[in-house]
């Protein structure tokens, strides 16, 4: 669900398959090279880390990721994030 996409055409998506474990939810890629998308990969823990975590957006460039999600370094409920990547590492 809330499917995004870079201009490099990589998807970035929210997944929580019914019957899965809760830690298996989160933000999820595909990067797609020759017009084929790659395996599905489940993004680290520096994106991935408390509940809820979805509702991704990717900058165009894949420069930044905003999601929200709930962190016990939140302020509330649930929480808007921005996470940078420099030279590939968020």
Known sequence: MYITASTK????????????????????????????????NRMGEEINSGEWIAHSYI???ESYLIFDGEKPSGFGDCDLYISFNENGVW
């Open 9 to 40: 055409g990589n998807l970035y998506f929210t997944s929580n398959e019914k019957g899965a474990k809760p830690e298996d939810g989160g933000i999820y890629y595909a990067r797609q090279e020759e017009g084929q998308y790659e395996t599905i």
């Open 59 to 61: 900058a165009p460039d």
